[in-house]
């Protein structure tokens, strides 16, 4: 067997529940591995190691008389540092916050815990989740981002630390860092994942959402944290959501998907800016999907789409500046340069502008609510390229900014890698709620790609 | 102080805010003209309800 760490999340389940690995076993080989890795990577903001080994050995004792706690039982995970984790500071990124002590488990931190995770800590964020970037180095080329603002949990995942995380994104948060790292991130619907004690940055974008390495292993972790909560409002009204990793075992309706689903290339925006070598990749990506028997065409974007990415931006701001209004006034100063910026800008929209931009916002939803149906999921790059060089800049959110914006399901999964050997990602989007098909056109082409499963060379 | 200034001033005074607006500023505020002036003029009907409506639920759910 390989070294437990280095096992898929479903790998390490299926071996905790048949008796050969052990919940202990796979969490020393998890922090032997944190030890040797960490130190040049900064993965994590807090590592919880005597609470890790504790729920270890109890979830250990429980296997060994056959008691199972759910999919995650014994599987170490690492949670982003906005969602709040009784007992254990939650410092957002920030120093504003630091020495938080939420009293209670946001309702995805619950869930994983009790669907048998172990909490091995938190990994860093940019500030408050925004874009002034944490100590956090991509795992493929310490000199470059790992991206944001999961920077963490993305870094976490490539170097091997950890089997599953937690991700937000508001922009391209989740997508972003699990493309420039190599794993694969999922932002759900909006609804479908609780926000509930996930510190805010813009109230009506902030999708929570699962990141691992495989696209089976994304979607156990969904499974296991989707559906309504009463904290959420915005959960309430959901349809249930469907057992996908049973879904995706089924091969039968896999092979039916690739037979049945049709996926759309948008005819511009996605493709402005685009570095060479990704371009290349994501051709090669949407050839592939071609000769899987996906039925592939092209599809015609909206005339309002790029007005869109405007009115995302106005909302974004201004949200985040109603979230932080009352700490800035008296510790501006403490504020990185640019979610300072993104706060001052937002204090400054007209009350009718923000309406305005959530005017147009009901008007796109409703225009690509038209396009998917002559579609049924959409690819595009996942990123304008790979991870930029340099710490001071987490990259581009530009690639997931519309699915964000429309509050759709998108994820990204590995589709090459560059000369100098930096991952790059496919992005595919899709109807709200059909989580479910994004994942079985992902999960169809990983298995006939080599792109998954690689690690870093640290 | 013209008419843009005062309004700011009132603003910050209102919300009690520091004077310094940080170093990024001046470009994101530049930004943020392009995009309030772009959702002005798109082609959205003004009669578009906005997103974020309330999501109400009957009292047992």
């Known amino acids: 067997m390989r070294e437990p760490c280095a096992l898929s999340l479903g790998d390490a389940a299926d071996a905790v529940a048949r008796g050969r690995l052990s919940p202990v076993d796979l969490l020393d080989s ?69 020495g938080f002590v939420p009293a209670s488990d946001a309702t995805t931190v619950a869930r994983l815990r009790r669907a048998g995770a172990v909490m091995l800590g938190k990994t860093h964020t940019t500030e408050f989740a925004s874009f002034d ?59 479908r994942v609780s926000r ?5 940055l813009a109230w009506t974008l902030d999708h929570p959402g699962p990141m691992a390495r495989t696209v089976r292993d994304v979607a156990v972790l969904l499974e296991v944290v989707a559906g309504p909560d009463p904290g959420d409002p915005a959960t309430l009204s959901c349809p249930a959501p469907p057992r ?75 949200e985040a500046a109603a979230v932080h209004v009352d700490r800035y006034r008296t510790r501006a100063a403490e504020y990185g340069d640019k979610l300072r910026a993104i706060i001052e ?70 589709c090459g890698r560059t000369r100098g050997g930096l991952p790059v990602g496919l992005q595919l989007a899709g109807r709200p709620f059909e989580e479910l098909a994004l994942l079985r056109v992902a999960a169809a082409y990983e298995a006939a790609t080599p792109w998954t499963g690689d690690e870093p060379p640290l | 102080m013209d008419r843009d200034t005062s309004r700011v001033v009132e603003l910050r005074t209102l919300l009690a805010l520091p004077d310094e607006r940080g170093a990024l500023f001046d470009d994101e505020m530049a930004r943020t003209r392009r995009r309030i002036d772009a959702v002005h003029r798109a082609a959205v009907s003004h009669n578009t309800e ?3 409506a309330p999501r109400l639920q009957p009292r047992d759910a």
């Open chain 1, 30 to 98: 998890t922090l032997e591995r944190i030890a040797r890795i960490e130190p040049r990577v900064h993965a994590w903001a807090r590592l919880c190691r005597d609470d890790a080994r504790r729920d270890a050995q109890r979830l250990t004792e429980l296997a060994a008389r056959g008691d199972l706690r759910g999919p995650l039982h014994g599987i170490p995970v690492g949670v982003k540092d906005i969602f709040y984790t009784a007992g254990i500071e939650t410092a957002c990124g920030s120093r504003i916050m630091a």
């Open chain 1, 133 to 191: 970037p944490s100590p956090a180095r991509n795992p493929w080329d310490l000199a470059h981002t790992p991206g944001g603002s999961s920077s963490g949990s993305a870094a976490a995942l490539a170097a091997r630390m950890c089997q599953g995380a937690l991700g937000s994104q508001t922009s391209g948060s989740i997508v972003r860092p699990a493309a420039f790292c190599g794993v694969v991130g999922l932002k759900p619907t909006f609804g």
């Open chain 1, 196 to 200: 509930h004690g996930v510190h805010p």
């Open chain 1, 244 to 318: 996908y990793a049973a879904a995706l075992d089924d091969r039968d309706a896999q092979r039916e998907s690739v037979r049945s689903l049709r996926v759309g290339i948008p005819d511009r925006y996605f493709f402005d800016g685009l570095d060479p070598e990704a371009h290349d990749a994501y051709r090669r990506a949407v050839d592939r999907l071609r000769e899987l028997g996906f039925a592939v065409r092209d599809v015609r974007l909206p005339d309002p789409f790029e007005v869109g990415m405007d009115a995302h931006e106005l909302i974004h701001n201004v």
């Open chain 1, 345 to 414: 800008t937002g204090l400054e929209v007209p009350a009718p502008t923000y309406v305005r931009a959530q005017q147009v916002r009901t008007h796109l939803i409703k225009e690509m609510r038209a396009l998917l149906e002559d579609v049924d999921v959409l690819a595009t790059p996942a990123a304008p390229g790979p991870a930029p060089e340099g710490l001071t800049s987490t990259g581009s959110p530009v690639m997931n900014r519309p699915f964000s914006f429309l509050g759709f399901p998108s994820l990204t999964v590995p």
């Open chain 2, 50 to 52: 906005p997103a974020g």
